[in-house]
């Protein structure tokens, strides 16, 4: 019998709230999570703009120690590690060996590490924290979710740069259905934002340069973009066996019911115009889901105001769905959350969650003026309540990968 799985619990972090419900709230209603930079002073960098994470208090979810040694990384990782964790109920869980940690990365705890170097540069060994050898790890996040919450299943860190947050679902998916586990607790957490970062990302060429206010800098699939706008935050879900989610009466937010990935294998920059790798990675998992192009309700988009990148996505999706693509809802959620980089896949699963459970389907920010060769339906500037049964996730990484994830409304089949 095949191992059906499913989302049970759900946490987050984000520019526009602490905790799942505020965050889809903001999603619903269309709340811009982009300012002016508070972290650091910007004032020399061309992009002065960011979406910060305001209000997060770590020692609501861990010890004040741990809340002042650890990396931001590992504080916004662990928090929304242990809202999804509390949310599917996993507490009174016995066999705690049977759940494992998956969670994702790419940038670490940045601007400790930059303040560390800093540091080093100025004053030698003597005022070098400690702290900086163990949250310089990538792995650190996941060593902390695992050790806070006392689970005993393997712990596995991936860092696939912006597609990493779908991907940690397909490894917990694959664990689970081997029967090695019988749950995963999965995510990604990243905190980008550091002079340093800000600093190569202008040098690559990426950030918007929007002259007007800073929430409608970033502008997926509109004429007028031209850039993103990095972010921070961490979303975090429970992916269990359905059975076992079953007999201890856990909620469930969505089945999993099919993923693919894909590689351009062209340049870590540049983007094949013609979204092959997406394409590929769609209909990878559309063949897993064993569904044809036409029952997808939905597409959460990876949107991430780059206009070789959108153009890029649309012209994927107008292959995969056809003429069906003029009927599919697309949304980007980043005008929202900003890129954050890793964990922009986390929230964007999350967001799918919500969207499943309230049918209705967040709006795209900022779309204004239609690019010309983004002629799709991305549900401008106001949500709509949809009927929503199956739905694609879709992340593309610098580096050329494409993650596509699918999800539906549980059945009881």
């Not at 060996?97 to 060994?125: D, K, L, P």
């Not at 081997?178 to 957490?189: C, R």
């Not at 459970?357 to 002629?375: G, I």
Request: proline share 5%; hydrophobic share 45%.
């Amino acid at each position: 019998m095949t191992r059906r799985v499913v989302i049970t619990g759900l946490g987050a972090v984000t520019p526009v709230g602490i905790g799942v419900k505020s965050f889809w709230h903001a999603l619903r209603d269309g709340v811009p999570g982009i300012g002016e930079i508070t972290l650091f002073d910007a004032s020399a960098h061309p992009c002065r703009i960011a979406a910060e994470v305001r209000g997060f208090e770590p020692r609501d979810f861990m010890s004040p120690k741990a809340a002042v040694t650890r990396g931001r990384f590992s504080l916004f990782g662990v928090a929304a590690a242990r809202m999804a964790y509390e949310d599917a109920g996993l507490a009174s869980l016995g066999r705690r060996s049977r759940v494992a940690v998956c969670f994702g990365n790419s940038a670490i705890a940045i601007s400790e590490v930059q303040n560390g170097i800093e540091q080093f540069s100025r004053h030698g060994t003597t005022t070098v924290s400690p702290s900086i050898a163990l949250e310089a790890a990538s792995h650190a996040v996941t060593g902390h979710i695992s050790a806070d919450l006392s689970l005993k299943g393997q712990t596995m860190t991936l860092a696939t740069a912006c597609s990493t947050g779908i991907d940690v679902v397909q490894w917990a998916f694959q664990q689970i259905r081997s029967g090695l586990v019988d749950g995963v607790l999965a995510g990604a957490s990243e905190t980008p934002l550091s002079s340093y970062s800000q600093a190569t990302f202008s040098a690559l060429g990426v950030l918007s340069r929007w002259p007007g206010p800073p929430a409608q800098a970033l502008r997926p699939f509109d004429a007028m973009s031209d850039g993103l706008v990095l972010g921070e935050g961490a979303g975090a879900f429970v992916v269990e066996e359905l059975q076992h989610a079953r007999a201890r009466g856990a909620h469930t937010y969505a089945e999993v019911l099919g993923f693919g990935s894909a590689s351009e294998g062209i340049n870590l920059r540049t983007v094949d115009p013609t979204g092959a790798a997406l394409q590929s990675a769609a209909r990878l998992a559309l063949r897993m889901a064993r569904l044809d192009a036409s029952a997808i309700d939905h597409v959460n988009a990876h949107g991430n105001g780059l206009p070789d990148y959108d153009r890029a996505e649309t012209a994927a999706y107008r292959s995969v769905f056809g003429r069906h693509a003029y009927n599919v809802p697309v949304s980007s959620i980043k005008p929202v959350t900003g890129q954050s980089l890793a964990a922009a896949g986390a929230l964007q699963v999350v967001a799918a969650c919500f969207t499943l459970q309230e049918q209705f389907v967040p709006p795209t920010l900022n779309h204004d003026l239609p690019h010309p060769e983004c002629d799709l339906d991305y549900v401008p500037n106001r949500g709509r309540t949809a009927r929503v049964s199956r739905l694609l996730v879709a992340a593309h990484a610098m580096g050329g990968t494409h993650s596509a994830l699918i999800l539906g409304l549980p059945t009881e089949n």
